[in-house]
């Protein structure tokens, strides 16, 4: 399927569309070479990619990363708050490949050129891509309420200061100075102290 997948890729000449619920779905290895090959053998005025996602596909730093990345690269991302019906990649409004669900065996892909198909869900990802939000936008747009605690322990850690101090300073026990913190991390959806000083300044928020 992969193989036939990449082929198709290949002959596509003018428009890419990708929705996805997440960065998994299309992650295999023939797959990603085949858009890679597709992408340089691109006439880039002619080329026009377009990534639709769903929020989870933001749900990690990585993540986040690699879609700053691809739109770097001229990709055009969008960010859909309404659920997407199915993971789909459309290649010049004449070819369509489906990704099933997840199974313990695996998924199903499905290639289809029928042109009522391709033309039906082509008009469903319009409608949802023209709803859908930028990914700058989008991640402008969500920036968690930080308090006034929760903005000098934001600037505490960015302070380089050790958990003592910075509890003294705060004028807090260090029990609850480090509760605070694993409390900020989590509203900031940060694994560690350095990601959430990363995503703070992603959002613009001040520390």
């Known amino acids: 399927m992969i193989a036939r997948a990449g082929h198709l890729?290949?002959?596509?000449?003018?428009?890419?569309?990708?929705?996805?619920?997440?960065?998994?779905t299309w992650s295999q290895p023939g797959a990603r070479a085949a858009v890679r090959n597709r992408m340089r053998a691109a006439d880039p005025a002619d080329f026009?990619?377009?990534?639709?996602?769903?929020p989870v596909a933001l749900a990690d730093e990585e993540a986040r990363a690699h879609l700053r990345l691809v739109r770097s690269k001229g990709v055009l991302v969008r960010i859909s708050r309404s659920p997407l019906p199915h993971e789909t990649i459309?290649?010049?409004?004449?070819?369509?490949?489906?990704?099933?669900?997840?199974?313990p065996t695996g998924r199903?892909?499905?290639?289809?050129?029928?042109?009522?198909?391709v033309d039906g869900v082509h008009s469903l990802f319009r409608?949802?891509?023209?709803a859908a939000v930028d990914l700058e936008t989008y991640l402008r747009s969500d920036v968690p309420?930080?308090?006034?605690?929760?903005?000098?322990?934001?600037?505490?850690?960015?302070?380089?200061?050790?958990?003592?101090?910075?509890?003294?300073?705060?004028?807090v026990?260090?029990?609850?100075?480090?509760?605070?913190v694993a409390e900020l991390m989590a509203e900031l959806e940060a694994g560690s102290r350095f990601q959430a000083g990363l995503r703070a300044g992603e959002l613009g928020l001040p520390r």
């Open 173 to 180: 026990s260090l029990r609850t100075y480090r509760r605070r």
């Open 108 to 117: 199903e892909y499905t290639v289809t050129t029928s042109q009522i198909l």
């Open 127 to 130: 409608a949802i891509w023209d």
């Open 90 to 103: 459309l290649i010049d409004r004449r070819v369509m490949i489906l990704a099933g669900q997840e199974t």
């Open 48 to 54: 026009t990619p377009r990534k639709l996602l769903s």
């Open 145 to 171: 309420h930080l308090d006034a605690d929760g903005r000098m322990i934001l600037k505490a850690l960015g302070s380089g200061l050790t958990d003592e101090s910075a509890a003294k300073r705060l004028g």
């Open 9 to 24: 890729f290949e002959s596509a000449r003018t428009e890419f569309l990708c929705a996805g619920r997440d960065l998994k």
